[in-house]
């Protein structure tokens, strides 16, 4: 009888675990503490909330398109000067995003140290995202056409978790840096709710396309005048 590796263990129970305890938290906060986030602290610059927006975007569509369109993309992948492009606008959305989220844990540090409560575990998530990002630009620097790794590797993994059937053999067999940047993700994605976070503060799309707007209205009142 074969004992399966912790390793292989983690990958196979971790995901789903994390998808319960984020649903769990996210129930007792809307459902006991009223959705309460806590003091509310200082904005960040309208650079850095679009920061925040481009490079969640770029990330997302990124990691889901590969993911729900396998095809499509290795035929992307196909061609290397695709890939280099695919592999830099990655790049940019992960710094942008990284940017983005020091943005926030600095605003929050801020505010810990002026005396407002509550800010320690918001700040840990933040530190955690923060993290998170930083080993996805590691892993686009160090290891060269890392999109067709997870276009590969990684993304039939998540969807074998998406269909209740977790084949964890490729993924245990990857860099130990593919498995961290993993592992952080779903310890991120288990800890969110916990911290009290709005969602504003990591997609904060309501703010810029608030600026939007106002520009647009100070730009219309221009040309009227």
């Not at 926030?104 to 800010?119: K, T």
């Amino acid at each position: 009888m074969n004992t399966p590796s912790i390793s292989s263990a983690a990958f196979t129970y971790l995901p789903y675990l994390a998808v319960f305890g984020f649903l769990g938290a996210w129930m007792y906060r809307i459902g006991i503490l009223r959705n309460n986030h806590g003091p509310r602290v200082g904005g960040i610059s309208a650079a850095s909330e679009g920061a925040l927006v481009v490079g969640f975007v770029t990330i997302f569509l990124g990691h889901v398109a590969t993911t729900l369109a396998p095809g499509a993309m290795r035929a992307l992948l196909a061609d290397i000067e695709r890939v280099a492009v695919i592999e830099s606008a990655g790049l940019v959305g992960a710094l942008l995003f990284s940017w983005g989220i020091f943005a926030r844990l600095r605003q929050r540090w801020l505010a810990m140290r002026a005396g407002v409560p509550e800010q320690e575990p918001r700040i840990m998530i933040l530190a955690l995202a923060l993290i998170t990002s930083f080993s996805g630009v590691f892993l686009t620097i160090s290891f060269r056409w890392i999109t067709a790794w997870y276009a590969y590797i990684s993304a039939p993994y998540v969807r074998s978790l998406i269909v209740l059937e977790p084949q964890t053999a490729s993924m245990v067999a990857s860099p130990m840096a593919v498995k961290l940047h993993a592992l952080l993700f779903i310890m991120l994605l288990a800890a969110w709710p916990m911290a009290g976070l709005p969602w504003e503060e990591l997609f904060p799309f309501k703010g810029v396309s608030k600026r939007i707007a106002e520009a647009a209205l100070a730009a219309e009142s221009e040309n009227h005048k």
